[in-house]
């Protein structure tokens, strides 16, 4: 009987990790999930539920448990710099936490002071904020440590706004703080926040997320930038390899399962990297599935990329052959993601469109209209999509 | 068994001091580059044995952190409130911790921002005390009261004595706005260059070169001691000081309504600010191209990024000091490549305050 229980908790450990989504983007950060999602997701659904937040925003929610942690910014300068957990089950706001902006808080009218989506390694949260103000807290909500790195280096900020969201990778927290004036990635030490390594980075506005590629156990992390991509060893911020082709400063680079970096450079640019991740060999590239704002995503061997014009194409991670093409209804900003065979992305209207992968031939298969603006990307979790505006959040079922 | 109990409350008290002063020692050590966060971090373990009581010697030492420091000081009262009874919350000397205005703007209003969490109805009480307050984000609070009474009241003439009130007290610009647009539509024009004390008058000197955003870096003349010379090698040709003046609204100065739409160049605005005293003061800046400012000879600051978002007023908060008398600053404005439209804005305005942002009269020099 003991036997069994251990086994049955195992299994639903198991479970719930892999329904956590950790960061932008997802655990995998390529927008992917092997999660079961309801097609016809209701905003009234028996699981679902909307709740108001106490402050803007266009980060992304994550996941842990049954928990949805997200970030937000209030005040008549979003000088209040919000983190937030609530429940994944009913809704109910767990806790918040408020702190002040110690950095520039001037944004473009479009975005916030809370762009940039929380990342965690299930012990810790990290928040980083326009602001170029970091916190760690665990997830009970209590201060680990922060930092003000625009109190640190006055000239870290960016007039339109910074939304590089944190990746949390081998006990460092990495941070991408790169614009026109001083331009810095910072790796912090998870456990209190002191600057285990800070590299010189193209002095250029970048509102690109680092992406963590990690195969059988090993792990880089790629910082992308108008000069290309770099990809470090996170512990110490050395450079492993530099591809120089140049690449976009707005959507992200998606890690594919089989070892391969997506990079919107040229349109895309696909890196195969070696099995010591050490090396990379240029497999493809295409001018023509140039991503808009949105970030790609890739799920079992293919690419899906959205462009300017709301066109969503997919294509073989492997090859980059295109397969098909479908147009939805924009504009789009946020990055579509994909779980068991469909696709959900919102509209900048807060359109949510479903696209069936499955069929023969792609098409939307539902629509949910939440009214609102959407400028973030969904997040996942058991049986629904998490999705914010500026003042709710909403879980979408069945 | 009293004596016993005597003792014992006694030592805890002892122990909880003890604790209570090294986490203050310890966030108040905080500094740039993440300096004391080892000893922080250990300090907010022990943030766990402290009680509400303890809330009001954190806000006191507030007074003494830094702004990283103030953020690691809210994370422990979040943790004392999240771990105790509202009950316990020390209502009475929060409040009167905000009342005292002895203590850090700042401070106060971290201590208003606690009380309207856990007792909303007692902060409110404070927000009419507000209005002529030192520190502008409680000040906005009672200004946000007074205009909210103005757009509601029936009686125009009533409006306009809140609209008023609100003007006369507000410091933050988009508050002054709205009174003022809400006075100009009942008829009462506000000269906004005067009341948020805009320098309109310069004299300017350009265009020096700034291909490939070179110029930013390089120290012409105007930076040196050839300041004062009557001609200097320019872009194309020989330059001299000129005076310019705005008549915009918010006291915008637009280079190229002088120069003409140019690219790649570096102009510098000069001008004497006279000070009735020696003062600590913010010099606030609006400039969407790349720029430097120097008071008295001395570089305060400087900013490479051009055309990420709009000039705006008081877009940048540099603080300084005047001295009694004249003062001289310097002003350099770079315009970059770019050729989209949104580029073609060469232009800034400029204005001197109090750290509240109250405008620093200038004494007369006649």
């Known amino acids: 009987m003991k036997i069994i229980c251990n086994l049955l908790f195992i299994s639903l450990s198991l479970l719930s990790a892999q329904a956590d989504w950790l960061s932008f983007r997802g655990s995998a950060g390529n927008g992917s999930s092997d999660l079961s999602i309801p097609v016809k997701l209701k905003i009234k659904g028996e699981k679902s539920w909307a709740q108001d937040i106490p402050g803007r ?6 996941v842990i448990g049954d928990t949805v942690y997200l970030s937000a910014s209030s005040g008549p300068y979003q000088e209040n710099l919000l983190i937030l957990a609530y429940s994944s089950t009913d809704g109910l706001q767990q806790w918040q936490r408020t702190f002040k902006a110690t950095g520039r808080t001037v944004c473009h009218k479009k975005t916030c002071v809370a762009a940039s989506t929380l990342a965690s390694n299930r012990k810790v949260i990290i928040a980083q904020f326009s602001s170029n103000d970091i916190f760690c807290l665990d997830l009970a909500g209590n201060l680990k440590w922060t930092r003000g790195l625009t109190f640190d280096h006055p000239n870290i900020a960016n007039g339109l706004g910074m939304s590089s969201s944190p990746v949390v990778v081998n006990g460092v927290a990495i941070a991408q703080v790169e614009n026109d ?63 120089q082709e140049g690449a976009s400063t707005i ?9 391969i970096i997506l990079i919107p450079s040229n349109g895309i640019t696909a890196l195969q990297l070696d099995d010591k991740l050490q090396n990379f060999r240029q497999i493809w590239e295409d001018n023509k599935l140039k991503p808009g704002t949105g970030s790609p995503s890739c799920h079992r061997g293919s690419l899906y990329v959205i462009n300017n014009a709301n066109v969503l194409s997919c294509a073989s991670v492997k090859t980059g052959e295109i397969k098909w093409r479908l147009r939805l209804k924009g504009p789009i900003s946020s990055s579509p993601l994909i779980a068991k065979g469909y696709l959900y992305v919102f509209s900048e209207n807060g359109l949510g469109q479903v696209v069936n992968l499955h069929a023969e031939k792609p098409e939307v298969v539902h629509t949910v209209d939440l009214d609102a603006t959407i400028l973030c990307s969904p997040a996942i979790t058991q049986n629904a999509i998490l999705v914010r505006s500026d003042n709710k959040l909403w879980k979408l079922s069945n | ?53 303890s809330i009001p010697s954190l806000l006191h030492a507030m007074n003494q952190a830094n702004p990283v420091g103030d953020n690691w000081i809210r994370g422990a009262i ?139 870096n390089k120290s012409y003349e105007p930076e040196s001691e050839a300041r004062h010379n ?86 940048f908060l540099i603080d300084g000091e005047l001295q009694k008398g004249e003062n001289q600053i310097l002003l350099k404005i770079c315009q970059n490549e770019q050729t989209q439209p949104w580029t073609k804005n060469w232009e800034f305005c400029f204005r001197v305050t109090d750290s509240s942002g109250q405008v620093i009269e200038e004494v007369s020099t006649n």
């Open chain 1, 57 to 62: 925003g266009l980060s992304s929610p994550i």
């Open chain 1, 181 to 243: 004036a001083d331009s810095f990635t910072f790796g912090l030490d998870v456990t209190n926040g002191t600057t285990i390594w800070k590299k010189q980075r193209p002095k250029s506005a970048n509102w690109t997320s680092p992406v963590v590629m990690a195969k059988k156990g090993q792990a880089l992390v790629g910082l992308q930038s108008k000069e290309g991509m770099t990809a470090i060893e996170p512990k110490t911020g050395e450079t492993v390899w530099d591809y």
């Open chain 1, 251 to 259: 959507p992200s680079s998606a890690w594919a399962e089989q070892g």
């Open chain 2, 1 to 53: 068994m009293k004596v016993h109990f005597f003792f014992f409350t006694l030592i805890v008290s002892q122990v909880l001091a003890d604790y209570e002063k090294k986490i203050i020692k310890a966030f108040t050590q905080v500094s740039a580059h993440g300096e004391g966060n080892i000893k922080a971090v250990e300090a907010m373990d022990w943030a766990d044995q402290l009680r509400p009581n």
């Open chain 2, 78 to 216: 979040a943790k004392i409130i999240h771990a105790t009874d509202t009950l316990s919350f020390p209502r009475d000397q929060v409040k009167a911790f905000i009342e005292d205005k002895k203590n850090q703007g700042s401070s106060r209003r971290a201590a208003f921002e606690i009380l309207h969490r856990s007792r909303p109805a007692s902060a409110k009480t404070l927000l009419s005390s507000f209005l002529t307050d030192p520190e502008p984000s409680l000040r906005r609070e009672a200004i946000d009261v007074i205009l909210e009474d103005a757009e509601n009241s029936p009686l125009k003439k009533q409006a306009i004595l809140l609209f008023q009130k609100a003007l006369k007290n507000a410091r933050d610009v988009d508050q002054i706005q709205e009174a003022s647009d809400a006075l100009k539509s009942r008829g009462q024009e506000i000269n906004l260059v005067t009341l948020l004390g805009f320098k309109t008058k310069w004299d300017i000197l350009g265009p020096f070169d700034n291909t490939e955003r070179k110029g930013f």
């Open chain 2, 230 to 315: 009557n001609s200097y090698q320019g872009k194309k040709s020989q330059i001299q000081w000129s005076s310019f003046s705005s008549s915009d609204r918010l006291g915008l100065l637009d280079l190229n309504k002088h120069y003409g739409e140019l690219k790649e160049v570096v102009a510098y605005a000069k001008t004497s600010f006279y000070s009735a005293k020696h003062q600590k003061v913010q010099f606030r800046l609006g400039s969407k191209n790349a720029w430097k400012i120097w008071v008295n000879q001395e570089l305060l600051f400087a900013r490479d990024e051009y055309h990420r978002g709009g000039t705006r007023v008081d877009q």
